[in-house]
């Protein structure tokens, strides 16, 4: 696989302008907000540009706190065909040495921009869209049509999503390389922390708590971890805590009132921010995702030492080595349901595989490599399009 190591400038300021569709809790515009906070020790300066209002975002907050310059096209939605020469205004105004673009309403935006104005362009793939029909099936296309016209370099964040994005797109392999995110090393959670988040979630005495974070949407395994719970059953000591909001949640509190009588207890903790906490606060990670191209829950789990049960789905293996935690067969409920046995099982395996997570975490995932990583793609695209 190719990647994005070539030698760099120690000493150049790299000005990179971020564009994205919104600025909603979502995974790639939480990564947004890690990069900023990371960028200057890449000697990386960054700012924001959403096409959708703000409207009172968090992730604008967590930017704006950072000191990092946010703006918004405002406009009526993704589709707005007056996006094109709103964002080449600004863009030409706001000079950048790099457009970096994230999904795929800012690559067209994007791509627009970067030949109206010369400016060089990096795109960021944050999914894997391989079951997609009509209307999906348009827009997907229309995005990998606008890499190709605009983008320097495509990102990938794992290898699997390269080489479906490759193969699925056409898209010329030259163009794309793996960076793998990267998330902030957690201060240690404190005993009393670790207490008050396990109270709130009703954990009792000797009981084991399991985490799920994600977005409630198809394709996520809600539903799996709902079954799981049921598989388990009340009497035992296990609790499940889903982390998360989107537009399955009333459907899976329905189905989960229905399973309660005879299932392990499920708390539905809604959105947090404060993951990285949770999870320490947790005894395990479950994450039954269905496809994922680099899930950053499980980037946290690493960092704070936590072992994983999950599908071997896109680069889910690439994160949960045999070392961190335990991966099985894609949507095989069986093999999930006896790994998470396994390790609900064996208090000795669940401290062997959180240290190999931390160990992990420490030789791949860091914030700090990953905006190292960023910077070259960031100085090649620069150089391409001085040639």
């Known amino acids: 696989m190719r990647d994005a190591s070539v030698p760099s400038d120690p000493l150049r300021s790299i000005r990179v302008c971020h564009v994205i569709h919104s600025l909603q809790p979502g995974g790639a ?3 947004l907000g890690s990069i900023a906070e990371a960028a200057q020790v890449a000697n990386v300066e960054v700012e924001v540009v959403s096409l959708l209002p703000l409207e009172q975002s968090r992730v604008a907050q967590r930017l704006r706190r ?3 310059p946010v703006m918004s096209l405002n406009l009526r939605s993704r589709w707005d065909a007056r996006a094109l020469p709103a964002a080449a205004k600004l863009l030409a105004s706001r000079a950048p040495d790099v457009i970096h673009a994230h999904l795929k309403h800012a690559d067209l935006v994007c791509a627009y921009a970067s030949r109206k104005t010369g400016l060089p362009m990096v795109s960021t793939l944050h999914v894997v869209e391989d079951r997609v029909s009509g209307l999906g099936w348009a827009k997907r296309s229309a995005g990998a049509w606008a890499r190709r016209r605009g983008a320097h370099t495509t990102i990938a964040v794992s290898d699997a999503q ?13 163009h794309v390389v793996t960076v793998r995110n990267g998330v902030a090393d957690p201060p240690p959670l404190e005993l009393f922390e670790r207490q008050r988040i396990r109270d709130g979630l ?3 005495q000797g009981e084991l708590l399991v985490a799920t974070v994600g977005i409630m949407r198809p394709g996520k ?3 799996d971890v709902l079954s799981l719970a049921a598989a388990v059953g009340a009497d035992a000591k296990v609790r499940f805590v889903l982390a998360g909001d989107g537009e399955l949640r009333a459907s899976l509190e329905a ?3 229905v399973l309660a009588p005879r299932s392990a207890p499920v708390v539905f903790a809604g959105f947090r921010d404060d993951v990285p906490s949770l999870l320490a ?4 990670v479950l994450h039954p995702s269905h496809a994922d191209a680099l899930p950053t829950a499980l980037l946290h789990a690493l960092a704070v030492g936590r072992p994983t049960a999950a599908y071997g789905v896109g680069g889910v293996p690439e994160i949960v080595t045999p070392t961190s935690g335990i991966v099985v067969e894609p949507l095989d409920e069986d093999a999930l349901l006896a790994a998470f046995g396994r390790l609900v099982s064996s208090r000795e395996l669940r401290n062997e595989l959180g240290a190999g997570a931390r160990r992990r975490y420490e030789q791949e995932f860091t914030l700090e490599a990953w905006m190292h990583r960023l910077r070259e793609v960031y100085l090649r695209a620069m150089g391409q399009s001085r040639s």
Not at 162 to 174: E, F, P
Not at 281 to 284: G, M, N
């Open 255 to 257: 189905r989960a009132a």
């Open 281 to 284: 606060a947790s005894d395990l």
């Open 221 to 223: 395994g809600h539903e």
């Open 29 to 31: 515009e939480d990564s």
């Open 162 to 174: 390269r080489t479906w994005y490759v193969d699925a797109l056409g898209a010329s392999a030259d």
């Open 66 to 68: 950072n000191g990092t």
């Open 202 to 204: 009703g954990v009792g």
